[in-house]
């Protein structure tokens, strides 16, 4: 049988769909890209609905979308503790476990998991685009703190600490970069973007530099720096500025920025 590969995401569909499956991009259609090789995050649109695993997934809403999720008994999902909207009284909450300690908001960072089945949305306090990004078995992708809005269960999670990076109104004090990998089945990640969501696929050995507060996620095949710029500073204080270096590895990789940038403090 043959099937139309989504330039997104990469999965494979039945060619009688006009939009992917997985990630909602349009199928069969030519990609708009910039001239400095930039291209738009597929739009999904009010009311798209798709699977993954045995549970159906709606994006709702235009400005500050919504997800609303119905779990099939044998699946589950995680997500930030304070973008859960609603749920049925029969999906159950569990405390994730993490690999270290982390605090957000001033209080310490929690990442709860929902089994089906039964309905749960989730949303977050800020215009923007939601990106569907499948992780393929063996991969990892590597999001901004306070970014992704669920991930499946089929998805391992841990987070690391990026020292000198936040953005340039906010200083350079850090920030977290959450990791997702699907070590044994495929999965998804939900990324929540401020504004408009773009991404580059990086060539093998090509660097792009990127103001720290507009970096929204990459693969982890892209390796990630902190540079300083030279004789540039910031404030009364003389204060550094600092931004993110991103490299592309031997097979290069993709870089996804946003066009908007929501401060949230972390510890």
């Not at 494979?12 to 090789?37: I, T, W």
Request: net charge negative; hydrophobic share 35%.
């Amino acid at each position: 049988m043959e099937m139309l590969l989504c330039s997104w995401c990469h999965a494979n569909n039945p060619q009688e769909l006009s939009q992917c499956a997985v990630c909602g991009a349009p199928l069969n259609s030519e990609d708009r890209v910039s001239d400095s090789g930039f291209r738009e995050a597929p739009k999904l649109r009010d009311m798209e609905e798709f699977t993954f695993s045995n549970s159906t997934l709606q994006i709702e809403g235009k400005y500050v979308p919504m997800v609303e999720i119905n779990l099939h008994p044998d699946d589950s999902v995680y997500f930030e503790q304070h973008t859960i909207m609603a749920k049925d009284a029969q999906v159950r909450l569990t405390k994730k476990p993490l690999n270290g300690k982390r605090r957000a908001h001033g209080m310490p960072y929690s990442v709860l998991s929902a089994s089906g089945p039964g309905f749960i949305s989730f949303s977050r306090d800020a215009p923007g685009e939601l990106v569907v990004m499948p992780i393929h078995e063996h991969t990892e992708l590597d999001v901004r703190e306070h970014a992704f809005l669920l991930a499946s269960h089929t998805v391992d999670y841990q987070f690391v600490r990026i020292k000198g990076l936040a953005n340039m109104v906010h200083g350079g004090n850090g920030m977290y970069l959450d990791q997702f990998t699907a070590n044994g089945a495929s999965g998804i990640v939900l990324i929540h973007g401020s504004g408009d969501v773009v991404q580059k696929t990086l060539a093998p050995g090509e660097t792009i530099y990127v103001e720290a507060g507009k970096l929204l996620y990459k693969d982890s095949s892209v390796s990630l720096k902190t540079v300083q710029l030279p004789g540039i500073s910031s404030g009364f204080l003389g204060n550094h500025v600092y931004v993110a270096e991103l490299t592309g590895g031997p097979q290069g990789g993709r870089v996804g920025l946003q066009s908007a940038y929501h401060h949230s403090a972390s510890e």
